[in-house]
């Protein structure tokens, strides 16, 4: 399968906290981007990273890419409550191949 | 609408039988996507328009589902003769595409939850 994996599957955190999420794939990286998705809603886009660059940031988002690796890294950092939801990647210039997703529960 | 809308939002289906699922594309996009996603499961790519041309339907699990774009807005995800392994989330997105150069972010309709009993 090309689905990407990720992890880890669930993370259970305090607020306040960050939280890392990290998916790689068996095929190479063309474009990668992070999804979010609040139970039995559809997914949100949050941040795309080209395969040419390393790092990214937008508001409390950080994300990492490594071509070489083929792998990349979500980091929230001071999360809140309302960040509770599960995290995909997903990989492709055209159709997307999505992670497994990783839940995360931030805890008051 | 703003956003990619999905109908119904929830069907329960009797094994055996057909169903229809909508997708409203934002207005202008000319990309369209249709994933299946499986409850705990990450979306999995099943078919992809280029305004009316269907240019990949790798994902397509059997030839009892079939995808069009007859105008090259809304599309309609048929499934013929239901079975339970059927049952998922299916989801539609679409983008504004300009070409291979750019590679732009896709927005996702809220889904269509299928269950097939």
């Known amino acids: 399968s090309q689905q990407g994996e990720e992890d880890p599957q669930a993370l259970s955190i305090q607020e306040g906290e960050n939280a890392t999420m990290n998916c790689s794939y068996k095929t190479s990286i063309n474009n990668l981007q992070w999804y979010r998705q609040n139970s039995g809603r559809g997914l949100v886009h949050l941040i795309l990273?080209?395969?040419?660059?390393r790092e990214k940031h937008s508001g409390r988002l950080r994300v990492t890419l490594d071509t070489s690796k083929k792998s990349s890294s979500l980091l929230i950092t001071a999360s809140r409550a309302a960040d509770t939801a599960s995290y995909f990647c997903a990989n492709g210039a055209q159709k997307l191949v999505f992670g497994q997703g990783t839940r995360l529960t931030i805890n008051p | 609408g703003a956003g990619v809308s999905q109908s119904p939002r929830y069907k329960v289906a009797k094994r055996g039988q057909d169903v229809a699922l909508r997708c409203d594309p934002i207005?202008?996009?000319?990309?369209l996507f249709w994933y299946q996603q499986a409850l705990g499961q990450g979306p999995e790519f099943l078919t992809y328009f280029q305004n009316e041309a269907q240019l990949d339907k790798s994902g397509l699990p059997s030839d009892r589902f079939f995808a069009e774009r007859p105008e090259g807005s809304v599309s309609t995800l048929k499934i013929q003769r239901t079975q339970q392994e059927d049952s998922a989330v299916y989801l539609c997105?679409?983008?504004?595409?300009?070409?291979?150069?750019?590679?732009?972010?896709?927005?996702f309709g809220q889904g269509t939850r299928l269950t097939v009993v």
């Open positions: 990273i080209r395969s040419n660059e």
């Open positions: 207005s202008g996009h000319v990309s």
């Open positions: 997105a679409s983008s504004l595409r300009l070409g291979q150069i750019l590679n732009t972010e896709a927005f």
